[in-house]
């Protein structure tokens, strides 16, 4: 069966910081992959999707990055994090873009 | 651009009473899916409608596609604790993402 990762669960990083989130999907091929934020109490925002190895779509425009460096494997990168980057992190993947998406437990992001 | 809104906000009822929330698109949709995410844990998938005024029933979840494909309703009978947290509806754009519905959070009071 499918499984994914994320992690750390939660983390606690000081303004200016740099972050690296990783995803890891096991069990299917070729997923698409995407990244989301949830500020508290509210919507999910769609930060980047990749339909396969080193293709990255960019939603919103902000310091933050992506890559898909293998199949199975997505990570949310930033150089200098900002307060308004907290909130809480989700990973999901699907097996097309029509397919319901699986999320990972997130990522608890608190800046300082 | 496309946007998804759900009604109401927040909802809070007695233990088994009844619960409905509502999804509104500002476009036609091919397909519409549900989502439950508890509190402090991440969205999980419940269903998802293709056909045009599609209903489907899991447990005492009912769930409605609009005949013109732009909303959908999720009621659930005779809410129960485990029903607590908030639902999302999620519409594709696109061939390869979904834009989720702004979510109606459900509280149960026992």
């Known amino acids: 069966s499918q499984t994914i990762h994320q992690w750390p669960a939660t983390l606690v990083q000081p303004v200016g910081s740099p972050l690296s989130l990783e995803c890891t999907v096991e069990?299917?091929?070729?997923?698409?992959l995407y990244w989301y934020r949830q500020a508290a109490g509210r919507g999910l925002q769609l930060l980047f999707y990749?339909?396969?190895?080193?293709?990255i779509s960019s939603e919103v425009p902000q310091n933050l990055s992506a890559s898909r460096p293998q199949d199975r494997q997505f990570i949310l990168s930033s150089k200098k994090l900002l307060l308004s980057d907290s909130g809480f992190y989700l990973c999901?993947?699907?097996?097309?873009?029509?397919?319901?998406?699986?999320f990972g437990d997130g990522t608890r992001l608190s800046i300082l | 651009g496309q946007q998804v809104m759900q009604i109401p906000q927040y909802q809070h009822v007695q233990e088994g009473e009844d619960f409905t929330t509502y999804c509104n698109s500002s476009?036609?949709?091919?397909?519409i899916q549900w989502y439950k995410q508890r509190p402090g844990g991440h969205p999980v998938f419940l269903i998802q409608?293709?056909?045009?005024?599609e209903v489907k029933k899991q447990k005492r979840l009912t769930f409605q596609f609009g005949e013109a494909k732009k909303n959908s309703s999720l009621h659930i009978t005779a809410t129960q604790t485990t029903d607590v947290g908030t639902y999302f509806c999620?519409?594709?754009?696109?061939?390869?993402?979904?834009?989720f519905g702004t979510g109606t959070r459900l509280k149960v009071l026992a």
């Open positions: 409608l293709v056909k045009s005024g």
């Open positions: 069990g299917t091929s070729n997923p698409n």
């Open positions: 476009t036609t949709l091919s397909n």
């Open positions: 999901a993947w699907s097996t097309s873009g029509d397919q319901p998406q699986h």
């Open positions: 990749s339909v396969g190895i080193g293709q």
């Open positions: 999620a519409g594709p754009v696109g061939t390869y993402k979904y834009i």
